[in-house]
């Protein structure tokens, strides 16, 4: 294409994105859970699981975290009974909140008590 400062060609960049998030099934689960390393979600060999929203709540004031494989994506301390929502971008439901690695299990750790919660999620290749 034509340059418009200099008015000569120049080079035509293409990217080549592996689309992950735009074809797929996600999957909704229920679940209650207590102590650390719960699997929420079993990875399933050279696919990542894409978590699109958790939500719930603990029976006791307790931490909790998300977790891909052994990696802690995010920690949150609450209060017993106090709902989190951990969601995708607002206005974009193809964005994944979280992305577990090709084999690996998204788990969740509570410190106290149990969690009482629902999510959404995908597989991808």
């Known amino acids: 294409p034509l340059n418009p400062i200099t008015k000569t060609n120049q080079p ?3 990217i080549n994105m592996t689309m992950y998030n735009i074809a ?4 909704t689960a229920a ?4 102590g650390t390393s719960h699997i929420l979600v079993a990875g399933q060999a050279g696919k990542a699981i894409f978590v699109y929203e958790i939500i ?3 029976s006791n004031a ?3 975290s998300i977790k891909n494989g ?3 994506l ?3 301390t609450l209060a017993a009974g106090q709902g989190v929502t951990w969601s995708n971008i607002a206005n974009l439901d193809s964005e994944p909140r979280f992305i577990c690695a090709p084999g690996a299990d998204l788990k ?3 410190s106290v008590g149990t969690f009482t919660g629902g999510l959404v999620y995908a597989f991808r290749e």
């Open 74 to 76: 995010d920690t949150q």
């Open 56 to 58: 719930g709540s603990p």
């Open 70 to 72: 052994s990696t802690i």
């Open 24 to 27: 797929g099934h996600k999957y």
């Open 108 to 110: 969740m750790d509570v």
């Open 31 to 34: 679940f209650t859970t207590s």
């Open 12 to 14: 035509t960049t293409i």
């Open 62 to 64: 307790s931490t909790v």
